[in-house]
Structure formats: structure tokens, C-alpha cells
């Protein structure tokens, strides 16, 4: 028995100390110190045993048990130990690697200028209004005093969604007087930023879907002074204290009289070079009177109020104020290009 019982601590230690999991290690526990383990297995052949030997064998058999005990005990500890060791290697973060560079995008030109322009027109107690993009021809053209025959109307010019050419993608931002004045009752200050479609070829200047900015003020004893009070103010804002503006006759059919603002060139400050093309001015928007015909169409009382109104290209009046010489530069997103402004 004394045999019998070395052999199994020899065993039982040497299986114990090569476990290599907790698992592992539960298992040799229940195969030695169970209930139906080898060491009761052991402990129950006492019996056969003499009285006198009895004694010596039962604190025998006790050593053995505290030893299996004491080394399933400490090596436990131990798989826990390294196991802990290993998540904490797995998880360690390095903080002598060199960090990955991030690329960061850059604010696209047309952007920056267009806050500008939002922060120039909130200051003068401008809204901003954005709205839909999808139109009816009914607010492109129609509510917007455009005849019928307006070349404009052609299937070769706008984008139609209906063979009745009764939805179509704007092709100004103009509609969007209509849709103020429909909304809101007078004074009104407005700038209605935003995407407009046309069916033009992709040059240097032109892109079939570029954006404007449309403008509205309509109060009593509103004035042309006032619209070229206004937009001079922000051309200077925009481009510096010692902009010079100058404004043309134009036609448009939803405002009389109409207008076209230009800034003098500020490359050549009006002697004529390629910039502007040797005109030594540089057109930058379309304005004017509101057609007391669109007002009373829109619900406003021509007799009691009056208002102007204006339309820029936003490409274009980014284009001036960085200098930047072909349109589609403004659409590739190339970061090189973006990240000089
Ligand atoms: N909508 C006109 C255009 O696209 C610009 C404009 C707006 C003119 C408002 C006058 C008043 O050319």
C-alpha cells in the first residue's frame, strides 16, 4: 500500500505539473482527489489493513492529499497567471511604434467662399433658405414671368423628367422667390444658395449642373439704390476694400429693370488682359427690380411693396476669388488642388 500510494503521488504530481490549461487541470483534480477518485480508491483498501499499521498509513495517505492539494493549488495560480500575461501582451499598445498618418480631407474653395457669403448676408439681417431641387415648370418659368416660348423651355436646355415637361431639375435658383413670397409675408431678406441643371457641355467654364446664389429683399420703399448699395458692399467684402463695381442694362423676365453687376478686373484694375479677357471687367451676377407682375402672381401687392432681387454663379464668383482658371478643377476633388486654398 505504501507502494501504491507513492506511485500515485509520483504520477498524479508529474500529470499535474504538465497540465496546460485550467480545464486540464480540473480533470486530473477529479481523477485523483474525487470522490471516485484513485486516492480514495486507495484510502478505501485501509480496511484491509492491521490495526498497527493502520496509523502511519492513514498520515501517509494524508500527506499525499495535502501535496496533490497544495501543487493543483499553486499551479492554478500559475495557468492563470500566464494567462493573464498573454491577454495583457495581446492587448498591449506600443507607444514607441510611429503613429499611421492620418490624410484629413481640406475644405473644398467653393465652400469657403460660400460661408463667406452666408456670413456677409446674415450680418445684413439676411435668412437662409435652402429647398428643393426637383421643380415644376409652373416655378421655373411660368410663376417667374417666362413666356412660353422661352428658349430656355427647350428640351435641348433643361433636364425633364415628364414628356409634358411639367417637372424638370431647375435650372435657376429663381423659384425659390416664388417659394418665399408664397410662405412668408413682407419684410422679406433672403439668400437661397443651392445646385441648378442645365444641358451644357463640360468646358472650361461651363458644367451642366453648377450652383447659385439667389437673393431677395421685398419691404416698402425698397429701391435699386438699395440693391446697389447691398451688392456693392459685399463685392467688397468679398474681394477686397478697393473692389470697384460697375452695373449694366440687362433683361430678365422676372425683374424690371434688370441688371448685370460686374467687378473691374482684378488682375490688370481694368486695362484688359486674359483674366477678363480684355475687357478689364469681370460679370459677376444678374439683379433687379422684382416684375410687380411675379409679385402679385406670388400673393405681394405691387401698389404697397417692392423688392429686388439678384442670381450669382457660385463656381464662378469662387473662381474670382481665388483665381483658380478652369471650372472642372472645382468638380475633380483632387486633393493637391483643394489643399492650396
Ligand atoms: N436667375 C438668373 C440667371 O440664372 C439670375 C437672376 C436672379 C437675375 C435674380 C435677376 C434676379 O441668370
Given at each position: 500500500m505504501k507502494e501504491l500510494l507513492r506511485e500515485l503521488r509520483e504520477r498524479s504530481l508529474a500529470a499535474i505539473s504538465g497540465a496546460d490549461s485550467a480545464e486540464v487541470l480540473e480533470g486530473l483534480r477529479v481523477q485523483f482527489l474525487g470522490k471516485k477518485g484513485e486516492l480514495t480508491a486507495v484510502l478505501?483498501?485501509?480496511?484491509?489493513?492491521s490495526p498497527e499499521e493502520r496509523p502511519a498509513m492513514g498520515q501517509l495517505a494524508n500527506e499525499v492529499r495535502a501535496a496533490l492539494e497544495r501543487t493543483i493549488d499553486e499551479k492554478r495560480a500559475a495557468l492563470a497567471d500566464a494567462a493573464l500575461r498573454l491577454r495583457l501582451e495581446s492587448e498591449a499598445v506600443d507607444v514607441t511604434i510611429p503613429g499611421e498618418a492620418h490624410r484629413m480631407g481640406h475644405r473644398h474653395p467653393m465652400y469657403v467662399v460660400l460661408d463667406e457669403i452666408k456670413d456677409i448676408f446674415i450680418g445684413m439681417g439676411f435668412e437662409v433658405v435652402e429647398d428643393r431641387e426637383v421643380e415644376l415648370a409652373e416655378y421655373n418659368f411660368d410663376k417667374l414671368?417666362?413666356?412660353?416660348?422661352?428658349?430656355?423651355?427647350e428640351w435641348t436646355d433643361t433636364f425633364y423628367f415628364t414628356e409634358d415637361s411639367?417637372?424638370?431639375?431647375?435650372?435657376?435658383?429663381?423659384p425659390m422667390q416664388i417659394h418665399v413670397m408664397e410662405r412668408q409675408k413682407p419684410p422679406i431678406r433672403m439668400v437661397a444658395p443651392g445646385r441648378v441643371y442645365r444641358k451644357d457641355e463640360v468646358d472650361a467654364t461651363h458644367s451642366p449642373m453648377f450652383h447659385q446664389v439667389e437673393g431677395m429683399v421685398i419691404d416698402k420703399n425698397v429701391t435699386m439704390a438699395d440693391l446697389k448699395g447691398t451688392l456693392d458692399q459685399v463685392a467688397k467684402r468679398l474681394y477686397g476694400a478697393d473692389t470697384v463695381t460697375r452695373f449694366r442694362p440687362h433683361h430678365f423676365p422676372f425683374t424690371e429693370p434688370s441688371c448685370e453687376m460686374d467687378i473691374q478686373c482684378y488682375k490688370c484694375k481694368g486695362k484688359g488682359c486674359p483674366t477678363c479677357k480684355g475687357e478689364g471687367w469681370i460679370e459677376l451676377l444678374g439683379a433687379g427690380m422684382i416684375h410687380p407682375k411675379v409679385l402679385r402672381m406670388s400673393g405681394i401687392d405691387p401698389d404697397v411693396y417692392s423688392g429686388w432681387a439678384f442670381g450669382f454663379g457660385l463656381e464662378r464668383m469662387a473662381m474670382a476669388r481665388f483665381k483658380?482658371?478652369?471650372?472642372?478643377l472645382i468638380f475633380e476633388n483632387d486633393v493637391r488642388f483643394l489643399e492650396q486654398f
Open positions: 478505501k483498501q485501509m480496511g484491509k489493513l414671368n417666362e413666356q412660353p416660348n422661352h428658349p430656355a423651355r411639367s417637372i424638370l431639375l431647375r435650372t435657376q435658383t429663381s483658380i482658371s478652369d471650372l472642372r
